[in-house]
C-alpha cells in the first residue's frame, strides 16, 4: 500500500479491534458557566496547535494498518447534524490514539457507535437544567456482513439548557479507554480473515467500479484493504498502479485548471499544491506537457531567497503530501457518491442477522458521509 505517513493525514484509522460487552458507568459533574476568553494571540495559536495535536500523526503510521469507515449513530431530535458532526470527531480521535490508519467510505469494515437514551430528565433546582443518559455501545462490524467483530459499552451523561445540549455535553464525555483498546486489538485477526477469505468479493467489487468508470472509488476500494491481509493486499497493490493511471486520465483537464488556480494564487510564493497538481496529469499527455511548461515558468517566477530556505527534502515530502491529500480527495467523495447510491440492504448482507435488521434504527445512513467529509475537510484541509 502506499507510504502510511503520509495515507495518515486523513485521519487515516487502523480498526484492529474485538471485545467484551461490558458496561462502564461514568458519573459526570458538571457547573455549566459562561466561557470567555483572555487569551493573548501568541496563546491562542499554542492552544489551537495542542488541540491538534490530539489527533497524533506519529499514532497512526502503522505498517499492518486496517482502514474503516466512520459510522456514527442515527439522527434523533437531540442527535442532530451538528451534534453528530461532534461524535465524528470524538470518534475520529478514539481512532487516532489507536493508531487506526485510514478512514474511508469505501471500507466494509466500520468502527460504529450507538446511543441509546436510558434517563431523559429536567433537573428541579433552579435554574432549571436538562439531563440526559445514554447507554453507548461501540462496534467493529463488517457493514456488507453486518457480523460484528466486536463491542464494548458505557454510559455517557449530559446536562445543558437545552437536551440537544445536553446531547452535546454528553458527547464530550466518548473518550478512549482501556475497554475500547483492548476491543480494537481483539478483533485484527477476525478483520484480515475476512479480506483473506473475501478477496474475490472486493475483487468483483473493484472490476464492477472500473466497468462504471468510477476509477476513484475503485481506488478507495483498493486502499481499504490491509497490509496484513497478504494475498488480498498483495493483488490490490498491483491493480493500484493501473487504476490510478485511469483515474489521471479521467480528471486530465479538471487538474490542470485546478493547477492555473494554484499557480496564480501563490504568485512568487512556493506552494507544493502545483506540484501535486502536476503529478496528478498522466504523462505524456497534452496536459502533462502543458502542465510542465506551466510549472518550469512558475517555478522560474518563484522568489528564490524563501525557496532556499525549504531544503529538497521538505519540498518533497510537502509536495507528496499535497498530493496524498488530493488522490484522497477524489477517492473520498467518490465513497460519499457510492454511499448515497447504495441499498441500505446490499446484495451481500446477510439477511438472516437480526443485527442487520436493526443496524438502520441504530446508524445514520448516507447522508453521515457528507458529514464526515465537512468535518475532515476542517480538520485536515485548513491546515
Not at 26 to 55: D, M, N, Y
Not at 210 to 239: D, F, I, M, R
Request: aromatic content about 8%; some cysteine.
Amino acid at each position: 500500500m502506499k507510504k502510511s505517513f503520509i495515507v495518515v493525514i486523513l485521519f487515516s484509522f487502523v480498526f484492529v479491534s474485538c471485545g467484551n460487552n461490558t458496561k462502564q458507568s461514568q458519573g459526570t459533574t458538571f457547573a455549566p458557566q459562561e466561557r470567555t476568553s483572555s487569551l493573548s494571540e501568541v496563546e491562542r495559536e499554542q492552544a489551537l496547535a495542542e488541540k491538534r495535536a490530539i489527533v497524533d500523526v506519529e499514532t497512526l503510521v502503522s505498517p499492518h494498518s486496517v482502514r474503516m469507515t466512520i459510522l456514527p449513530p442515527a439522527l434523533t431530535e437531540d442527535i442532530t447534524e451538528s451534534v453528530c458532526e461532534s461524535i465524528i470527531m470524538q470518534m475520529l480521535r478514539i481512532a487516532s490514539a489507536n493508531g487506526i490508519a485510514g478512514v474511508n467510505g469505501s471500507s466494509p469494515i466500520a468502527f460504529a457507535a450507538s446511543l441509546n437514551p436510558i434517563e431523559r430528565t429536567v433537573t428541579g433546582s433552579a435554574p432549571q437544567k436538562m439531563l440526559i443518559k445514554y447507554d453507548l455501545t461501540y462496534y467493529v462490524l463488517n457493514t456488507q456482513t453486518w457480523d460484528v467483530y466486536a463491542s464494548v459499552a458505557t454510559e455517557i451523561v449530559g446536562v445543558g439548557d437545552s437536551f440537544e445540549q445536553a446531547a452535546r455535553a454528553a458527547i464530550e464525555e466518548m473518550k478512549d479507554s482501556p475497554k475500547i483498546q483492548a476491543m480494537i486489538t481483539q478483533s485484527e485477526e477476525r478483520i484480515i480473515s475476512w479480506f483473506e477469505t473475501n478477496k474475490s468479493v472486493v475483487e468483483r467489487q473493484v472490476d464492477l467500479a472500473c466497468g462504471n468508470k468510477e476509477y476513484a472509488y475503485a481506488l478507495a476500494l483498493l486502499h481499504s484493504v490491509p497490509e496484513a491481509a497478504t494475498s488480498c493486499n498483495k493483488w490490490a497493490c498491483q491493480k493500484q498502479e493501473q487504476v490510478l493511471a485511469q483515474l489521471k486520465a479521467q480528471v486530465a483537464h479538471e487538474e490542470l485548471t485546478a493547477m492555473k488556480d494554484a499557480i496564480a494564487a501563490a504568485q512568487s510564493e512556493y506552494s507544493p499544491a502545483v506540484a501535486a497538481h502536476l503529478a496528478m496529469l498522466p504523462v505524456g499527455s497534452p496536459e502533462a506537457k502543458e502542465g510542465k511548461r506551466l510549472y518550469d515558468n512558475y517555478m522560474a517566477q518563484v522568489d528564490k531567497e524563501r525557496l532556499r530556505k525549504i531544503d529538497a527534502e521538505e519540498r518533497r515530502r510537502q509536495e507528496e503530501f499535497e498530493l496524498q491529500k488530493l488522490q484522497m480527495k477524489y477517492e473520498y467523495e467518490a465513497a460519499a457518491q457510492a454511499s448515497k447510491n447504495r441499498s441500505a440492504n446490499s446484495e451481500n448482507s446477510s439477511s438472516g442477522s437480526d443485527f442487520a435488521g436493526k443496524a438502520k434504527s441504530f446508524f445514520c445512513g448516507a447522508s453521515v458521509m457528507s458529514m464526515i467529509g465537512h468535518v475532515l475537510s476542517r480538520c485536515l484541509f485548513i491546515l
